[in-house]
């Protein structure tokens, strides 16, 4: 006997018949998604249970109950039919609601939840919009897409909200392609499936995501906690969706990195302008080239990392008394940091400086740069250990832009907008390019050949500045493990032998200080005392 639901019975009432107020009805319906929120007091904290539900023409609202009263019916709530009774219908104040009804349901203790069977009840799992819709309009309204994995970014950490961010773009069935964005813990699970070497097309499904506008670009991500995200499951919905798809779509290779595929490109095709140091050293146009270099050390005289506004990233003082921003007025409660490091590169024509901004330092040594300043402030030193061992020594293929900006001990600097460190990358390279390699050698060479006194006086210095419990032994600190301020390390090289002496455990510049303050200090107090015995004899 199939049961029709065109019409309501006195007991259950469909979703659209709902009004504000404690109801004696009741609903049945399908439950589409369910997961816990946690709560507002405390994230380690179970708060409420979230579920998704549509009854039987469709139509869908939201459900939440608090996690205490779901513990208390110690009842397993999953995808499926239930009958549920007594309860409360409240306006729906989220700010991105999970359905287009301006109700949710209020669940509590007196609320009857029982699961029953109906073959003829229908399913309502996905209703995914296309992506031409998607471009007409901007809602506040949770959406469901599909899509064939077409590139991918690799996940980057954004400091404004303190966590990672991983960027792709997907395709329909006829090549168009709409870009996403998955967040936090959503990240991990998708990117180990989209590393995998599977000749199969990647499809992956976002179940209630958001929509974004940036700039001109519109973007799906994920929401927090209620977003489902899945890749090739094997469903009906994935089966239609690869049935759909133009045969040659469906013949193409899985996406790849997007950061990677856009320089991997160029390499491949041969399109990257190539250069090296020497010959971008006395260039006026205004360009952009890759060179091949290795870093030889990083310059520790502007640090490497500032504080920043989490909003537009703009350099901030750390005043505890005024955390405003004063270009966007953004309020920064907590602090963040940006990296801006400054490193000695060399290849076999000649050295340079480059001056390599956060996003760029951030892929090359796969840390944020809050992280790295709690490690320099924790040992003390200038520039942290960690952070040394992640760039000195490596090569880098670094696109440039073109004039130099500034010199630096004659020594020229540029501003680099890329940079590229995948095998992948240097293997197509290596087939296309005339490789111009340097090492660490080639540029100490060069500095020698400019006889820039001071340079070669800064390597000098055989300060210890970790310690030997840190750093394993002396050798090491005089390869270049100099994190101190230029000026005042030539003024200590020149010193250097006395000091060693007489200040042999000084591990850092501040101990240096302290030490030569103090002995200035006692020497000053000798000299007073002897004069004071003078005069008593006298």
Request: proline share 3%.
């Amino acid at each position: 006997m199939t049961t029709s639901y065109s019409v309501s019975s006195n007991l259950y009432v469909n979703i659209g018949d709902l009004e504000p107020g404690r109801t004696a009805h009741g609903v049945k319906v399908r439950v589409i998604r369910c997961y816990r929120k946690p709560s507002s007091n405390n994230a380690d904290e179970e708060g409420s249970l979230e579920m998704i539900l549509h009854d039987e023409i469709e139509d869908r609202i939201h459900a939440t109950m608090d996690y205490s009263v779901f513990k208390d019916k110690k009842i397993e709530i999953k995808g499926g039919l239930y009958k549920i009774m007594k309860f409360m219908v409240a306006q729906d104040m989220s700010q991105y609601k999970t359905t287009n009804n301006p109700l949710k349901l209020r669940l509590f203790y007196q609320t009857s939840i029982a699961p029953f069977e109906d073959n003829s009840f229908p399913t309502a799992m996905h209703m995914l919009g296309t992506y031409m819709k998607l471009l007409m309009t901007l809602q506040l309204t949770t959406l469901n897409v599909i899509g064939r994995v077409v590139s991918y970014q690799k996940p980057t950490f954004v400091a404004k909200v303190a966590t990672r961010r991983m960027d792709f773009k997907i395709a329909d069935t006829e090549g168009k392609q709409l870009g996403c964005s998955l967040w936090g813990d959503y990240i991990a699970p998708v990117l180990a499936i989209f590393e995998r070497e599977d000749p199969s097309p990647l499809i992956i499904c976002i179940q209630f995501g958001k929509i974004t506008r940036i700039f001109d670009e519109i973007k799906v991500s994920n929401t927090f906690h209620v977003t489902k995200v899945t890749v090739n499951d094997g469903s009906d919905v994935f089966k239609k969706f690869l049935d759909r798809m133009v045969p040659e779509l469906s013949s193409q290779n899985n996406g790849i990195p997007e950061e990677f595929s856009d320089i991997f490109a160029l390499f491949k095709e041969k399109s990257a302008q190539m250069s090296d140091i020497a010959t971008l050293t006395g260039m006026q146009e205004k360009n952009k080239f890759w060179i091949d270099a290795t870093i030889a050390e990083i310059e520790p005289r502007a640090g490497f990392c500032y504080s920043s506004c989490r909003n537009c990233f703009k350099k901030m003082p750390l005043d505890e008394r005024n955390r405003q921003c004063f270009v966007c007025g953004e309020d920064n409660f907590t602090d963040s940091y940006r990296y801006k490091i400054e490193v000695l590169v060399g290849d076999a024509s000649g050295c340079a400086n480059m001056l390599i901004w956060d996003a760029q330092c951030t892929t090359l040594i796969g840390k944020p740069a809050k992280y790295m300043k709690h490690l320099s402030d924790k040992a003390g030193t200038r520039i942290p250990r960690e952070l040394h061992e992640s760039l000195v020594d490596k090569r880098v293929l670094f696109e440039v832009k073109t004039p130099s900006n500034k010199v630096y001990r004659d020594i020229p600097q540029f501003t680099v907008s890329r940079v590229a460190v995948d095998e992948e990358i240097f293997e197509v390279y290596s087939k296309n390019y005339t490789p111009t390699r340097g090492s660490t050698t080639d540029c100490n060479n060069e500095l020698s050949k400019k006889g820039d006194e001071a340079c070669s006086k800064l390597r000098k210095v055989k300060m210890k500045v970790y310690g030997d419990e840190k750093l394993g032994n002396e050798s090491d600190t005089e390869e270049g493990l100099n994190l101190m301020e230029g000026d005042e390390a030539i003024a200590c090289e020149e010193k250097n032998e006395d000091d060693n002496e007489e200040f042999g455990d000084a591990v850092t510049l501040k101990d240096l200080k302290e030490k030569k303050n103090i002995a200035g200090f006692e020497a000053k107090y000798s000299s007073k005392n002897k004069k004071q015995k003078v005069k008593q004899d006298k």
